[in-house]
């Protein structure tokens, strides 16, 4: 099995046209994913390496069984992309954009609370993929490798190190997840743990983390109440300043410490996660747990 995506993933692509788009669009289908669709307005009719491209997500949705999103679109345009995709009834939306306003993701915020059957990944996300199943989003798939490990991230770098020595000693993955960097996350980590909890094909989790936010926190009080699968978490930014940002505009730790890595480690000991100082301490720890299992 694996989460999000898998080879039953139907694939739209929004934003098809443009050069990101095109280009990660011949990415994702050489890799085997099954995109359906893409979406530009004013280009409905055209193709995309073979994929034909509609002027509305409706219209997409109408023609081809789409069960699942990936957004290459301009930060000012993701709030209006993510509605018209929900309101087509799609039920995962990727986006892949940084930056995108925080009054928009306001408003996504509130829509993904009250819509418990959407998971909307990103802003600011390299994507979801199942590797030897399926991707969504621009990671580079030659350093996955199938196994038996869910990842969820907030920084790209850090999960694309973690992966690559991985793949290395020979630990696959189960489904790899960009969960993003910016203020307001379309998801997070407690909403993925349950899934990487109920997934078969996963036995061991790993949470990368970094400074800001609370995402890291409320994943703790979930870990120690239903999650039996060993936890390993990595906080990147420990050694950031207070009050200033680092590389993603939520890694940022307040004026009075509050969400600083340390505050992050110190929660998420006491709920019994495993935490590595670097991404080669993940793979160490995760060598010796699966010599266990």
Excluded: W
Excluded at 151 to 156: I, P, V
Excluded at 193 to 222: C, H, N, R, S
Excluded at 237 to 243: E, L, T, V
Excluded at 270 to 287: F, K, M, T, W
């Amino acid at each position: 099995m694996s989460i999000l995506v898998d080879a039953s993933t139907r694939l739209i692509v929004q934003g098809i046209t443009g050069r990101e788009g095109s280009y990660h669009t011949k990415m994702m289908l050489e890799y085997g994913t099954n995109v359906v669709a893409g979406v530009t307005p004013g280009k409905g009719g055209q193709t995309v390496e073979g994929v034909p491209v509609y002027n509305s997500v409706e219209e997409a949705v109408t023609e081809h069984r789409v069960n699942a999103a990936v957004l290459f679109v301009p930060p000012q345009r993701t709030l209006g992309a993510i509605l018209e995709q929900i309101a087509a009834g799609v039920k995962l939306i990727i986006t892949i954009a940084e930056g995108v306003p925080v009054k928009d993701m306001r408003t996504i915020y509130h829509i993904n609370r009250a819509n418990k059957d959407i998971t909307i990944v990103g802003p600011n996300s390299f994507g979801v993929i199942s590797p030897g199943k399926a991707k969504a989003g621009f990671m580079d798939h030659r350093i996955y490798l199938e196994g038996s490990v869910g990842l969820m991230s907030r920084s790209a770098t850090n999960s694309y190190e973690t992966v690559n020595e991985m793949t290395k000693q020979g630990i696959g993955q189960s489904t790899c997840v960009g969960v993003g960097g910016d203020v307001i996350p379309g998801t997070s980590f407690v909403k993925l743990l349950p899934l990487f909890e109920k997934d078969e094909q996963t036995k061991a989790i790993v949470m990368i983390g970094e400074i800001g936010g609370a995402d890291e926190e409320m994943a703790a009080a979930y870990i120690k109440n239903h999650v039996s699968k060993p936890v390993i978490a990595y906080i990147a930014g420990r050694h950031a300043p207070k009050g200033k940002v680092m590389g993603h505009a939520g890694a940022i730790v307040g004026a009075d410490g509050a969400g600083s890595a340390e505050s992050k480690i110190e929660i998420l000991t006491a709920a019994g996660v495993y935490i590595a100082d670097s991404p080669a301490q993940i793979v160490e720890r995760l060598n010796s747990l699966l010599k266990r299992t």
